[in-house]
């Protein structure tokens, strides 16, 4: 630096700079150092930076005052500095020749000043509302000058007069506009133009939260002022932010999982070339999940020896990573900052215990070190939290993505995939499992960054303590397998009991789909013994895995204190010259109390990755299931004059399983009316799912022309309004709405109906009955306007004379349904004579196909079909009738959900039969009974006009399904006396004061060795050596077989008592509750009580009363401790008092 500064000028004088006690800065030094450090940073961030804005434009932002201002700053600042160059070139013209290091550093000053103004005109043009980059070099700038700006003054009020007046001058308003800057930099600019519109009523405002707000996290400052005031409620959060929605984060998922699966397929397909002569056929029509859906080759192709490895097999790990890994990547680099700065303060309190015995020093040293350790401690907080933060919300999207992804896949999976994935299972890969996901995000850094902690506090504790510290190594060391062995065990236990759980939500699930025939039976209490039993063998697996927990937690709590204890015991004891002062004592221990959360922490998550890659495993076996393949049906045929063509087709449920349909041949022109008939188990649903594409295919094509409506057997009612099940989110059209309801026999029903169209349906329709779900179902496929409409047998559920008034207006030759392509599943024989064609099924196969007369001409099976039933009830015919014509008298307005779904969940078989005696001798001569045919007419011509009457606004009804609601504010006492009932008083209790006792016996320990430390000052270290080793020992040994107790009572014992007790009460609540309640509650609801919450009493909540108990009886034990050993040794000085406090805050 001589050669910039010139010998007048050194670089560095202690004198002046540390021993004095007005210290200041060279000269030389604050030319150099200070000036260059913001420009190096910017010079060196820019290219990174100038990337980033290339490739992220949200948009244009119109030139602003305050932009303007910041522009007009940024060039006079350029101005300023090349003003000091200018002049130096001057004075050098003059013959006053000035070190290289004024033209140098006004040089480089005034191009970064130039680049700084570059940078704010193009984040205007990027649409960068606030800039990180350009906050901290400001701030830097700020920071720097503040030295050269109280040394100037100091010089000024030392001399009477300034010497170099110019560059006196041009500093300050260096200074001045600087900070301006700085102030500037604290404000946002306006949105850009062009950029999306927010039109979110509540949107999050740490969208448009400057760069100061986003580190100090101040945008959510209002949201915490008004949860203080009053309990929150939904409607006062913010709307999720765009980025981090299901919309954005599924697809995101999804894609990398199918890289990877199509990755699996090509390295499958290359290695089947290499072994066979030839690919194997794909022969069915599902798409392969995890390549194992390949089927095996013939023999004769086998042309090498099998002696290859198995393909790899695609990972969804590998998925993840690749999803969220980039984001998860910036929090990580916010740890390995923050772990770097945790290191700084045991070198801060070394120098101030270090200080305080020192005599004539400077007192501002102390209050330097003291301020360097709060800001130190201040900035390692504000970069921890950021870590948090994107650890948070990373772990956020991913079960995010993870719910969205099996749901996706629970939809497409093959048949037989689903029977090994039941119910159960779903529920808790999407409850349990994604939830582990994101409870091991929050701390996954901790499996780099605790191996990080430990080896940089070995390295200190090995400058402290010198070899000593290697006992503490061999401790640690020693631990590793047994929390091996442990974590092993553990992990075995958590496969066995998810299995457990999965038997006991897929045994809750068939208890509440069944739930009326279950109390109807009266077999609540066999069910409920069967649900207790499963739930007593999870938790005997609970209760292995918590005496394997409290071992774990036992040696990894106790692991600071036994590292400390060795290696302060072989520090004294193997040379006699050891003295263990304070300042080794506390920065020594200072270095343990870090490695305790490294250490605490490191079997946590160890145990969370165990239990992770166990729900990672069953994930991912799911996520590789077979699925359907969405083109095995042809949508877009449209050559063919058919609407639904089958050539040839083979279908089957399983791949594994034989075919249930051989050699189908269907062709369904184009707005006919197709019947299929059979006898039960024929393979008649079998074919509508098959032209669905829900069949695998074997043979054949399939080809659907124009978009499709499926009316099934079981009609499939959403917990909505009656409208919205029609509607099922098509615009309301008031006249087709009437006409659909008119078609499908649900005028009448809406009078009956407390709050007519608007009435909210239970879950399932559980408040409808059979044939009013149907007609629901119905007329919802009517309202589409599709194209072709595959109708599984929907008049079955419905009255005889229900079921014609909805064929002849609905799906018959003249219904509304005229000029649709319709293929009808009919069980009603008396309908057939109306078809266009009909295809008779037989054991899987199409036995005849034709019109109704050329079947009955063939007289081939479907005549002796026919005939079979026509001869059963000849004689019961006449009085049917008539028993139709009375019921349809007596109800003239047809109220046909009053009584005609009285029988609803019978069959019309019988009905039918009787209808097609009545065809057999009149239909082929006029079509229909004409007494009948006036009867009906009679009663929809007072449907019509009744409809007026119907269009009066329906009365306000109490919602059916009422909302899920939260308790508010503080937790009730009632809950924790409620949790403490159920793990017992006189536990809870003991408990306490367990973990009081535990918090006594680690302050005790501190407390003993701070006066072993005060020994050497009394030059009593050798005498008392082995009695301070032994009582800090026994101290330590106290408190980890306490806290093993502890853990013991706690968790293994009380509070899986509770969790037992707790699921036993919930479970005989739900089984008793009445059948109104299962109306109102949606079976969603209850599951997920069962699984996450139960999941949550057994797990989470144990952890968290133990971490809370530590907390508090460390803190409320610790702090009378150290105010009274502050009050005892303050004194007026300032280092007296640092010296009592710093002592003390290892502890």
Known sequence: MERLCGPELPFWVANQTLHTDRPDLPECFQLSVLSWLPCIYLWAVCPVYLLYLKRNNRGYIMMSIMNRFKTVFGLLLWIVCWTDLFYTFHELRQGHSQPPIYFVTPLVLGMTMLLATFLIQFERLRGVQSSGVLFIFWFLSVLCAIVPFRSKILQASSQSEVTDKLRFTTFYFYFGLVVCELILCCFNEKPPLFSNVVTDPNPCPETTAGFLSTITFWWFTRLAIKGYKMPLEVKDLWSLNQRDSSKMMVPKLLKEWEKEQSKDKSEHTLSSQAVYSKPPPSTTNHIGGGGGGESSPEEVEVLLSSQKAAPRQPSFLRALIKAFGPYFLIGSAYKLLQDVITFVNPQLLRMLISFTKQKGVPDWWGYALAFLMFFTAFLQTLILHQHFQYCFVTGMNVRTALIGAIYRKALVITNSAKRSSTVGEVVNLMSVDAQRFMDLTTFLNMLWSAPLQIMLALYFLWQNLGPSVMAGVAVMILLIPFNAVIAMKTRAYQVEQMQYKDSRIKLMNEILNGIKVLKLYAWENSFKEKVLAIRQKELNVLRKTAYLGALSTMAWTSAPFLVALTTFAVYVTVDENNILDAEKAFVSLSLFNILRFPLNMLPQVISSIVQASVSLKRIQGFLSHDELDPNSVDRKNTASEYSVTVVNGKFTWGKE?????????????????????????????????????????????????????????????????????????????????????????????????????????????????????????????????????????????????????????????????????????????????????????????????????????????????????????????????????????????????????????????????????????????????????????????????????????????????????????????????????????????????????????????????????????????????????????????????????????????????????????????????????????????????????????????PENIDIWMRTFCQTGARSPVNLSWTGRHFTAHPRGFIRTELLHAAN
């Open 657 to 1101: 399983d034989p075919p249930v349909l051989h050699n189908i041949n269907v062709m369904a022109p184009q707005g006919s009316l197709l019947a299929v008939v059979g006898h039960v188990g024929c393979g008649k649903s079998s074919l509508i799912s098959a032209l669905l594409g829900e069949m695998e295919k074997l043979e054949g094509e399939v080809s659907i022309r124009g978009s499709v409506a499926y009316v099934p057997q079981q009609a499939w009612i959403q917990n909505a309004t009656l409208r919205d099940n029609i509607l099922f989110g098509k615009p309301y059209n008031e006249q087709k709405y009437r006409c659909v309801l008119e078609a499908c026999a649900l005028t009448p029903d809406l009078q009956v109906l407390p709050g007519g169209d608007m009435t909210e349906i239970g879950e399932k329709g559980i408040n409808l009955s059979g044939g009013q779900r149907q007609r629901v179902s119905l007329a919802r496929a009517l309202y589409s306007d599709a194209d072709v409409y595959l109708l599984d047998d929907p008049l079955s559920a419905v009255d005889a004379h229900v079921s014609k008034h909805i064929f002849d207006n609905l799906i018959g030759p003249e219904g509304a349904l005229k000029g649709k392509t319709r293929i009808l599943v009919t069980h009603g024989i008396s309908f057939l004579p109306q078809v266009d064609n009909i295809v008779v099924m037989v054991d899987g196969r199409v036995s005849e196909m034709g019109s109704y007369q050329e079947l009955l001409r063939q007289n081939g099976a479907f005549a002796e079909f026919l005939r079979n039933y026509a001869l059963e009830d000849i004689i019961e015919e006449d009085e049917a009738t008539e028993e139709l014509i009375q019921d349809e008298e007596l109800f003239p307005d047809d109220a046909l959900s009053n009584h005609t779904d009285m029988v609803d969940n019978e069959p019309v078989f019988n009905e039918a039969k009787r209808n097609f005696i009545r065809q057999i001798s009149i239909i082929s001569a006029d079509g229909e009974n004409p007494r009948s045919r006036s009867v009906r007419r009679h009663g929809c011509s007072q449907r019509k006009h009744a409809e007026p009457q119907e269009k009066k606004k329906p009365q306000e009804v109490e919602k059916l399904i009422q909302a899920e609601t939260t308790e508010t504010g503080r937790v009730k006492t009632k809950v924790y006396l409620e949790y403490a009932k159920a793990v017992g008083p006189l536990l809870s209790v003991l408990i306490c004061c367990l973990y009081g006792c535990q918090s006594a016996a680690a302050i005790g320990a501190n407390i003993w060795l701070s006066q072993w430390t005060n020994d050497a000052s009394r030059n009593q270290t050798k005498e008392n050596v082995h009695m301070r080793v032994g009582v800090y020992a026994a101290l330590g040994i106290a408190q980890g077989v306490l806290l093993l107790i502890n853990c013991l009572l706690c968790r293994a014992y009380s509070m899986l008592r509770a969790a037992k007790l707790t699921h036993h009460n919930m479970l005989q609540g739900v089984l008793r509750a009445p059948q109104a309640f299962f109306e109102s509650t949606p079976t969603g609801r209850l599951l997920n009580r069962f699984s996450k919450d139960v999941d949550a009493i057994d797990s989470h909540i």
